[in-house]
């Protein structure tokens, strides 16, 4: 199922996409990570909040939920994401459906890469993160339609994606060091305030989306803000990928 009709996707100028553009934003947006991008942009976790966590034992649901929420808020990757997902979604069983599917899959990976330890490099999941959002941007685009004259799953891209979100949650947690005392209710308390974290944004996105549509300027401009969004997955792509070689010298 696509959220956005050929009808639509004429009227915001979409027939019209070039494969020309994905390169010029990439090649602009890797440019610049390239100048950016140093270990202190990627995967960066408050020292207080890392602190904190190392000194307490035991079972702390609130300080744990609360973190959850903290980072799911400011977490600009997931929101982008999540943003993309609901750009053309009007219907609240759409939006519920798609959002489920997500925070399902990103509570899996989250609880199961902190309680089995997988360890998984946080540059290269954040630029998976950021490759989400760069699909996500061409799925709203139609590309895939004109381009190869298919559509996608987008309920099962959305679960897939929400797996690799969760593996990024999970290394962000496994930075803090949690104590093994208790660790399987930190972790349910955490993956609570992810999901309080991202009710608060979706309603945030939601309103402003809404308000926008009541406007002539959301048909003019949907095309760009796509472009945008998709030009600042490449630039999260390219600041992980730099993180990444860097460190590894």
């Known amino acids: 199922m696509h959220p956005l009709s050929k009808r639509e996707r004429k009227r915001c100028g979409f027939a019209s996409i070039s494969p020309v553009l994905p390169a010029i934003a990439a090649f602009a947006a890797f440019a610049a990570s390239a100048l950016l991008a140093s270990p202190v942009f990627a995967h960066a976790v408050a020292e207080g909040d890392k602190g904190y966590i190392q000194e307490i034992t035991g079972i702390n649901l609130l300080p744990f939920a609360y973190l959850g929420a903290k980072h799911m808020v400011t977490g600009y990757d997931h929101l982008l994401f999540l943003a993309g997902v609901i750009f053309f979604l009007y219907r609240l069983k759409h ?27 946080a540059y290269l999941i954040d630029a998976i993160i950021g490759f989400s959002i760069v699909y996500k941007a061409l799925d709203n685009l139609g590309a ?44 349910l308390a955490f993956n609570v305030g992810v999901e309080i974290g991202q009710l608060l944004a979706l309603a945030a996105i ?21 472009v945008v969004m998709m030009s600042a997955g490449f630039v999260l792509i390219g600041m992980q990928l730099t993180g990444y070689f860097v460190t590894s010298k």
């Open 95 to 121: 939006i519920a459906l798609y959002v489920s599917l997500f925070a399902l899959g990103h509570s899996t990976t989250m609880i199961l890469g902190v309680y089995f330890n997988i360890g998984v490099s």
């Open 144 to 187: 895939f339609q004109r381009w190869f004259g298919f559509q996608p799953d987008t309920r099962a891209a959305t679960l897939i994606f929400g797996l690799f979100h969760g593996f990024g949650l999970a290394t962000k947690l496994q930075e803090y060091q949690i104590a093994p005392d208790g660790l399987l209710a930190n972790l």
């Open 206 to 226: 939601l309103i402003a989306i809404s308000y926008w549509r009541r406007t002539d300027s959301f048909w003019r401009h949907a095309y760009t803000a796509n």
